[in-house]
T-cell receptor, first 115, second 111 residues
Framework: KAGVTQTPRYLIKTRGQQVTLSCSPISGHRSVSWYQQTPGQGLQFLFEYFSETQRNKGNFPGRFSGRQFSNSRSEMNVSTLELGDSALYLC??????????????FGQGTRLTVV | QKEVEQNSGPLSVPEGAIASLNCTYSDRGSQSFFWYRQYSGKSPELIMFIYSNGDKEDGRFTAQLNKASQYVSLLIRDSQPSDSATYLCAVIQEYGNKLVFGAGTILRVKS
């Protein structure tokens, strides 16, 4: 059974550009969550999608957006990149039907560097 | 007050000893609790989850939950150098569909 797949693994962008990251969840999982991990802030929740609907959103500016497709694959987009957006972006998938059934499995992450 | 708190460590234990990692949380209505292990440069790996008071054992790992004290712990028996990593505690709060993570505890197992 394939795990969570994130692409690309590494990205280098310049300030002001935009970037799109992709996440394919484990087969059968309908919930996809996105997290930003930095040395100073740790793992911070960005947003969560279930059946193409955003169910929850973290405290990030509107430059961070996402969507989920009918096949549960998800993308997140960051516009007008800033140096502080440099981080490891992690995607996690889970069945997501019930709060107790929310074991979340992470992909390998996308390492974004903004220069 | 942080939503999920962990001692950053590093916690150093000799090989073969028991490592005890602790986590407290602020949302009394929290329902599910998770322990992830993260090696340097890698993504978090789920090692245990628990949602009922008491202990849950899986191999060398035991998760302990005390909802009255809002406390969850992870015990690693017979610690091995390969257990050296950052251990992240995560909580599903009463409302919402997100994992709230602690900052993690660095564990070092010395051979």
């Amino acid at each position: 059974k394939a795990g969570v797949t994130q692409t690309p693994r590494y990205l280098i962008k310049t300030r002001g550009q935009q970037v799109t990251l992709s996440c394919s969840p484990i087969s059968g999982h309908r919930s996809v969550s996105w997290y930003q991990q930095t040395p100073g802030q740790g793992l911070q929740f960005l947003f969560e999608y279930f059946s193409e609907t955003q169910r929850n959103k973290g405290n990030f500016p509107g430059r961070f957006s996402g969507r989920q497709f009918s096949n549960s694959r998800s993308e997140m987009n960051v516009s007008t990149l800033e140096l502080g957006d440099s981080a490891l972006y992690l995607c996690a998938s889970s069945l997501g039907r019930h709060p107790l059934n929310t074991e979340a499995f992470f992909g390998q992450g996308t390492r974004l560097t903004v220069v | 007050q942080k939503e999920v708190e962990q001692n950053s460590g590093p916690l150093s234990v000799p090989e073969g000893a028991i490592a005890s990692l602790n986590c407290t949380y602020s949302d009394r209505g929290s329902q599910s609790f998770f322990w992830y292990r993260q090696y340097s440069g890698k993504s978090p790996e789920l090692i245990m989850f628990i949602y009922s008071n008491g202990d849950k054992e899986d191999g060398r790992f035991t998760a302990q939950l005390n909802k009255a004290s809002q406390y969850v712990s992870l015990l690693i028996r017979d610690s091995q150098p390969s257990d050296s990593a950052t251990y992240l505690c995560a909580v599903i709060q009463e409302y919402g569909n997100k994992l709230v993570f602690g900052a993690g505890t660095i564990l070092r197992v010395k051979s």
